[in-house]
């Protein structure tokens, strides 16, 4: 089943789109041979609803675990790519909030993801929704980063999950 909102290619039943972590809801149609796809946008409301469908057991946890690795892989990607770029320049001392803010907002995603990993071995729920509050507050600081380097022209990519 092909992704409508990246068009990549997933194995038919997927829950989500193993390139962009969309979620792919199956839509049984009368007139169509195959289930049609709907993608959630935004990766931040995706976890929101991957852990709704987990607690109400509409997911296994394994597919809740291959969701976390998958977010959490992209997610190590995209900081590797920023830090090598803040690294090999001066982009720190010109602009230190900006600079500040993403890397806490990238720490909090991670924070949270691994709060959510705990839900696998513990089965609480409390563990979900202290995760949730995290990767919301990475989401503002990663918006506030966002809009420090919109004011100043940049282009350094801090949107992960947004
Ligand atoms: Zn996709």
Known sequence: MLCPKCQAANPRGSKFCQNCQSILLAIPGDFLED????????RLESVKDVCEMVKKGEITLDEFSAFLSSVSN???????????LVESSNYASQAPQEVEAGFKGMDLYEAGLTNMILFISTGDPAVLDEGLKMIAQGNEFINQAMELNQKASRNLQWDIML
């Open 35 to 42: 289930p049609q796809t709907v993608p959630l946008t935004g």
């Open 74 to 84: 992209l997610l190590a990607v995209k900081a590797e790519e920023i830090t090598e």
